[in-house]
């Protein structure tokens, strides 16, 4: 079973915002492969289903950005996944709107989502799949991260997260990672 988990901030107040863009991407995955998001337990909003022939679960933590490994670890444990099987999926300030980067591993980079999965994880040595969402032109970090995409950063979230759904189809069939950076990086 492969594991794609989507960081966000659950509520209302928070939905269509840069920092949801894990959501965002998980959504329009779930949509595209008619997977329901309807099962809530270990602190996460999730759904199984199929892609081709290979059985996914699509995860949104509850538990807001900053505690995510709360409920990635636990979902991984419960359902014996392995790291090698999962993706998480993040925005990320240092890329541009429009682009988006697969990595392997690394650190968490000043995101507070990605320090709480390896704080849980005990690893950094898990894939990563980056949005951007460009970085705030007056250094607000967090009015950025939690402000929405204005008009015309729209068209250029749409093109990324259809990029990401053509990468996640690609690495739940069984693309390494070092191929989908040289594709889509």
């Known amino acids: 079973m492969k594991m794609i988990v989507g960081l966000g901030n659950i509520g209302p107040q928070y939905d269509n915002t840069r920092h949801n863009t894990g959501f ?3 959504d329009a995955f779930a949509a595209e492969h008619n997977i329901e998001l309807n099962n809530r337990k270990l602190n996460a909003k999730f759904g199984i ?3 081709g022939t290979q059985k996914v679960i699509l995860v949104e933590p509850t538990t807001f950005m900053n505690e995510s490994g709360r409920a990635v670890r636990p979902l991984m444990d419960y359902y014996d ?3 090698n099987d999962v993706i998480i999926v993040h925005d990320d300030m240092d890329l541009p709107v429009g682009k988006l980067r697969i990595k392997a591993k690394g650190s968490a980079g000043g995101h507070n989502g990605i320090k709480s999965l390896i704080d849980h994880l005990g690893t950094r040595e898990f894939t990563r799949l980056k ?5 705030p032109a007056n ?6 991260v939690l402000g929405k995409f204005n008009k015309d950063e729209v ?3 749409n093109q990324t997260v259809d990029q990401s759904m053509e990468l996640l189809n690609e690495w739940v069939n069984g693309a390494s990672v070092s191929n989908l950076a040289n594709q889509f990086n």
């Open 155 to 157: 068209p250029l979230l």
């Open 81 to 83: 996944i392995d790291i």
């Open 24 to 26: 965002i991407v998980v």
């Open 131 to 135: 949005v951007g969402i460009g970085h």
């Open 139 to 144: 250094n607000n970090v967090v009015d950025h």
């Open 49 to 51: 289903g199929m892609v």
